[in-house]
């Protein structure tokens, strides 16, 4: 459910009348696009034929998966965006749900509808994925539900905010299943399940198969020649990082690959997106590794080949320049999740039944325990603020917690089992994607004040 959200400084002069042009270009653009038939995959399925029930309680990757709805045809762009690009980068990574075998297994589906009353969501929506570029702009991935006398319909969406969530348009989505809608398909389709966007304008949609747009959403392209599904991607200073499943795990078998994952590149925003596998010092091994970057430094946290020590890999490196190879506060054999802001990045190390988290504030280099009162679950989502706060999801209490240096404060946010999706885009704002204690209770959140509500 690893999950990373780039945002941009907002430096330039703002008109007067800019929300106005904008919601009037959205709906220009809405229109368009509900004239071309172009709001996403549809599913009509019999009542009879479908279980209804809440997101099982664990740790199911939400980054693929075989479940599905039908795709749809996919159609031209209809217009550009709305959004000016932004100028400098204020970005940070989202905490998402690992896996050990993220392309291959079955995601845990979530709710068929949402009957969230969060501001500005549209009715009836269960977001999986979102992503920001700037304090106001933002994408989210997820997927509708309507019932008729015998069927439910299930429509897959990406819609888009410039001012907050109050106002949301649809935008055209990639012509592909959604991984966690309820309802089951062949073993092995292609799905999406995740949403990334490196600026205003580029932006990629991935689980088993990779779709990206260079116009804001209006259009997407099947990415090919990538041999794997990707597990994760992240996007700052004009390259993207795509993480690479390349062959499926086989458990403990002495035949299982030694090596499964791959790291792989291009550039965007200055031309036509070239692909490539990135060259690495080590074999990132057969635990899903993590990725975060901080504004163009790449920090890979993997198992890879045994060391002394059994500690994690830990890679860094920038776009044209090899990556170095330091070692990590993870075990080798449980692996762990990492979380950046712009100062800091915290990582999530399993120990067992519950986990330490441990901070870097030198990419990934050095590493200093955390030592918080609160138990931590062995993968709780935790979104990084900077070298001392953060926000973690706590399940023994049901709530977000904010960590502060050593102390931990509930924050407005309780009554949940599960978080989907975690992440910060400055120090004040963020977006957290919950699941509640009851059916059909998936919310996209947002925060302005550091995450205390």
Excluded at 32 to 38: K, L, T
Aim: glycine share 10%; net charge neutral.
């Amino acid at each position: 459910l690893r999950d990373v959200l780039h945002s941009r400084g907002l430096g330039l002069p703002v008109p007067l009348d800019a929300i106005d042009r904008i919601h009037a270009g959205a709906r220009r653009r809405q229109q368009r696009r509900n004239g071309a038939s172009a709001l996403g995959a549809v599913a009509v399925i019999a009542i009879a034929a479908i279980a209804i029930g809440v997101r099982p309680h664990g740790h199911g990757s939400n980054v693929a998966g075989t479940l599905r709805t039908a795709s749809p045809s996919p159609t031209a762009a209809a217009a550009s965006s709305a959004s000016a690009t932004p100028s400098a980068s204020l970005f940070a990574s989202a905490s998402v749900r690992p896996s050990s075998s993220v392309p291959q297994t079955s995601a845990s589906p979530l709710p068929l509808t949402s009957q969230s009353s969060a501001a500005g969501q549209p009715a009836g929506f269960t977001p999986v994925s979102v992503s920001a570029v700037g304090l106001n702009d933002y994408w989210v991935l997820g997927y509708t539900t309507t019932q008729s006398s015998d069927a439910i319909n299930i429509t897959t969406m990406v819609e888009q905010t410039t001012d907050s969530g109050q106002h949301f348009v649809a935008e055209t989505t990639p012509p592909v299943s959604l991984a966690q809608v309820p309802t089951k398909g062949p073993a092995g389709e292609p799905t999406i399940s995740q949403i990334r966007f490196g600026d205003a304008n580029d932006g990629w949609t991935f689980g088993r198969t990779l779709y990206s747009t260079t116009n804001a959403g209006a259009s997407w392209s099947a990415v090919n020649g990538i041999s794997g599904g990707v597990v994760d991607l992240v996007a700052a200073n004009n390259t993207a990082w795509a993480l690479v499943q390349t062959a499926s795990s086989s458990g403990a078998s002495s035949s299982a690959p030694s090596n499964q994952y791959a790291l792989w590149s291009t550039s965007y925003g200055t031309g036509a997106q070239v692909w490539s596998p990135v060259a690495l010092p080590i074999s990132l091994g057969s635990m899903t590794p993590s990725i975060v970057d901080q504004d163009g430094t790449v920090t890979l946290m993997t198992s890879g080949p045994s060391r002394a020590g059994t500690k994690v890999h830990v890679l860094i490196g920038t776009a044209g320049k090899p990556f170095t190879d330091h070692t990590g506060p993870c075990e080798q054999d449980l692996g762990g999740t990492l979380s950046n802001s712009k100062k800091a990045i915290w990582a999530v190390c399993p120990i067992g039944t519950q986990a330490s988290l441990y901070v870097s504030k030198d990419a990934g280099a050095t590493w200093t325990a955390n030592r918080t009162n609160l138990q931590v679950e062995n993968s709780a989502a935790l979104g990084a603020i900077d070298d001392t706060n953060a926000v973690l999801f706590d399940a023994a209490n049901q709530c977000l917690s904010k960590i502060s240096g050593n102390t931990v404060t509930p924050t407005s946010v309780t009554g949940i089992s599960d978080v989907a999706f975690l992440g910060f885009t400055t120090p004040a704002v963020g977006f957290a994607i919950t699941m509640g204690n009851t059916r059909n209770s998936a919310q996209l959140l947002r925060t302005g004040d550091g995450g205390l509500t």
